[in-house]
């Protein structure tokens, strides 16, 4: 009975936690792209590059925290 008991209340835990990590208010099936402002970064060869050099094409955006 204990272990059944405990069943219950693991899954009713996992479930309660999995509905808050839920984002309240965000389209969940949206399929509506998400357009970024432009801007301008330097790059690694020492010039700026754009996210307008991109227009129209998928761009991935990568951050790294370098040392130095």
């Given at each position: ?13 996992m ?6 990590c ?14 970024a ?17 991109y ?14």
């Open positions: 009975m204990l272990i059944k008991t405990t069943k219950i209340l693991v899954l009713l835990l479930s309660t936690i999995l509905i808050a839920v984002p309240q208010g965000a389209p969940i099936n949206s399929s509506a792209p998400i357009q402002p432009d801007f301008t970064l330097d790059n690694a060869l020492g010039g700026q590059t754009s996210l307008s050099d227009a129209g094409t998928p761009v991935l955006l990568f951050f790294h925290m370098a040392v130095g």
